[in-house]
């Protein structure tokens, strides 16, 4: 069944037959391969966004601007026989997050370049946020500040938009934004957006826009980040309560021509999910549950790999992952800071921080030689049946290792259209 374009999500929503949008917010390619086969096959609107710090102007951890990331996905999709049409770019979190260890105005001219360069490429879904404090301000800002500061990249997405001679974007906006890639500890409750907050939001969002001249940008704003109540942190994940939420749900009848975007619905499960889009949240966001399960196939693969070939080593992708994560503690340190369980967490959390590091010329070969090990092999189905229990096989065992990945991520995938199609309710 094919879901709604993003523009026709709230129009759904008020007539009382709900559907969602699935946005996979990865950048390795067979994350991207396997959502862009899913979306050719299933004819599923698909919404593939990247984030501030994997995409920047500057590359950000992937080594990729807006642009090269555009090239990827086209290229992407011609190989895999995808009509492009088939496929939203957005841009998630933009805006200073990663230039908060400078001050405001120079953290917020860096976003402005950033904005330019995703609108520029064609980037059509723009997540404004500019909730987290810059050098010397608090971690949380006023709404106010934050509205001021989102109009201003709007300002420039608009310039953008104008200059490159392509259609201006469509906008999310809110003040109430989880961060990036889950919590850093055990969570035990999620408190939902108060609906006078989530309302206020708008309010000081259209003022500032106005303020600002943009009164027909925020005619594009269509979707508004609020927090449901649910969230994940290295261990464990807080469900959706879809009772605790109903105030919040309620307020989008006072808000004509907006849905809610979820962030943070990874390892909710079919039935949440489904409540989610139900309740207004139309626009599910999902990353490191799709990284995890990339790195679960590889994991698995590894394990194979070592029982079937003498010269392939023991568990050499494991080992070459955990010395690219020693030697560069940066992206994980501050979020496993139990030292005791960092070397499980360094691989296992659901945070999934491995993720920066697939990128690593040195990662790579190690999945190569991986890839190359397996596919010169018939391995025998029960060495297959020990490491890949779900695996659907002939007694030859013979399979191919690349589509086996993917196919573990399509199943998670195939949860979160289900639910964004509201199949998973029927």
Not at 97 to 122: C, D, F
């Given at each position: 069944?094919?879901?709604?374009?993003?523009?026709?999500?709230?129009?759904?929503?008020?007539?009382?037959?709900?559907?969602g949008?699935?946005?996979?917010?990865?950048?390795?390619?067979?994350?991207?391969?396997?959502?862009?086969?899913?979306a050719?096959?299933?004819?599923?609107?698909?919404?593939?966004?990247?984030?501030?710090?994997?995409?920047?102007?500057?590359?950000?951890?992937?080594?990729?601007?807006?642009?090269?990331?555009?090239?990827?996905?086209?290229?992407?999709?011609?190989?895999?026989?995808?009509?492009?049409?088939?496929?939203?770019?957005?841009?998630?979190?933009?805006?200073?997050?990663?230039?908060?260890?400078?001050?405001?105005?120079?953290?917020?001219?860096?976003?402005?370049?950033?904005?330019?360069?995703?609108?520029?490429?064609?980037?059509?879904?723009i997540?404004?946020?500019?909730s987290?404090?810059?050098?010397?301000?608090?971690?949380?800002?006023?709404?106010?500040?934050?509205?001021?500061r989102?109009?201003?990249l709007?300002?420039?997405?608009?310039?953008?938009?104008?200059a490159?001679?392509?259609?201006?974007?469509?906008?999310?906006?809110?003040?109430?934004?989880?961060?990036?890639?889950?919590?850093?500890?055990v969570?035990?409750?999620?408190?939902?957006?108060?609906?006078?907050?989530?309302k206020?939001?708008?309010?000081?969002?259209?003022?500032?826009?106005?303020?600002?001249?943009?009164?027909?940008?925020?005619?594009?704003?269509?979707?508004?980040?609020?927090?449901?109540?649910?969230?994940?942190g290295n261990?464990?994940?807080?469900p959706?309560?879809?009772?605790?939420?109903?105030?919040?749900?309620?307020t989008?009848?006072?808000?004509?021509?907006?849905?809610?975007?979820?962030?943070?619905?990874?390892?909710?499960?079919?039935?949440?999910?489904?409540?989610?889009?139900?309740?207004?949240y139309?626009?599910l966001?999902?990353?490191?549950?799709?990284t995890f399960?990339?790195?679960?196939?590889?994991?698995?693969?590894?394990?194979?790999?070592?029982?079937?070939?003498s010269?392939?080593?023991?568990?050499?992708?494991?080992?070459?992952?955990?010395?690219?994560m020693?030697?560069?503690?940066?992206?994980?340190?501050?979020?496993?800071?139990?030292?005791?369980?960092?070397?499980?967490?360094?691989?296992?959390?659901?945070?999934?921080r491995?993720?920066?590091?697939?990128?690593?010329?040195?990662?790579?070969?190690?999945?190569?030689?991986?890839?190359?090990?397996?596919?010169?092999?018939?391995?025998?189905?029960?060495?297959?049946?020990?490491f890949?229990?779900?695996?659907?096989?002939?007694s030859?065992?013979?399979?191919?290792p690349?589509?086996?990945?993917?196919?573990?991520i399509?199943?998670?995938?195939?949860?979160?259209?289900?639910?964004?199609?509201?199949?998973?309710?029927?």
């Amino acid at each position: 069944m094919s879901l709604p374009p993003l523009t026709n999500l709230a129009e759904a929503y008020q007539d009382g037959s709900p559907r969602g949008v699935v946005s996979v917010c990865s950048a390795h390619p067979l994350v991207l391969r396997a959502a862009i086969q899913h979306a050719r096959d299933t004819g599923e609107t698909l919404l593939i966004e990247a984030t501030c710090n994997q995409v920047n102007q500057n590359g950000g951890y992937t080594g990729k601007t807006p642009q090269d990331f555009a090239e990827d996905v086209a290229a992407i999709l011609t190989n895999e026989g995808c009509p492009p049409e088939r496929v939203i770019l957005g841009g998630d979190h933009l805006g200073p997050n990663p230039w908060r260890h400078l001050p405001a105005q120079e953290a917020m001219t860096e976003a402005k370049s950033m904005i330019r360069a995703y609108v520029g490429a064609g980037f059509r879904k723009i997540h404004l946020d500019a909730s987290m404090g810059c050098a010397g301000e608090p971690d949380a800002l006023d709404d106010t500040t934050i509205a001021q500061r989102v109009a201003e990249l709007a300002k420039h997405a608009e310039g953008a938009a104008a200059a490159a001679d392509v259609p201006s974007p469509y906008y999310i906006i809110g003040t109430e934004v989880p961060p990036p890639g889950g919590a850093d500890h055990v969570l035990q409750a999620v408190t939902p957006t108060r609906p006078d907050a989530a309302k206020r939001t708008l309010d000081i969002h259209r003022s500032a826009f106005a303020d600002s001249g943009l009164d027909t940008a925020f005619a594009r704003v269509i979707g508004l980040v609020v927090q449901p109540g649910v969230e994940f942190g290295n261990h464990n994940v807080v469900p959706y309560d879809a009772h605790a939420a109903r105030a919040l749900s309620a307020t989008l009848t006072e808000m004509p021509g907006i849905i809610f975007e979820a962030h943070s619905t990874d390892y909710q499960g079919g039935s949440v999910l489904a409540d989610l889009v139900r309740d207004g949240y139309a626009i599910l966001k999902v990353g490191p549950e799709l990284t995890f399960a990339l790195r679960e196939a590889l994991y698995a693969l590894d394990l194979i790999a070592t029982e079937v070939s003498s010269s392939y080593g023991t568990r050499p992708l494991r080992q070459t992952m955990e010395k690219l994560m020693v030697a560069e503690p940066a992206h994980w340190s501050r979020h496993y800071q139990d030292l005791a369980s960092a070397q499980l967490m360094r691989h296992y959390s659901l945070s999934d921080r491995i993720r920066y590091f697939w990128n690593d010329p040195a990662a790579q070969r190690a999945v190569v030689h991986l890839f190359d090990t397996l596919d010169a092999r018939t391995v025998p189905w029960p060495v297959l049946r020990q490491f890949l229990p779900d695996v659907d096989m002939q007694s030859t065992g013979e399979f191919d290792p690349r589509q086996w990945v993917i196919g573990r991520i399509q199943k998670v995938l195939r949860i979160y259209s289900a639910a964004a199609s509201q199949e998973t309710r029927t």
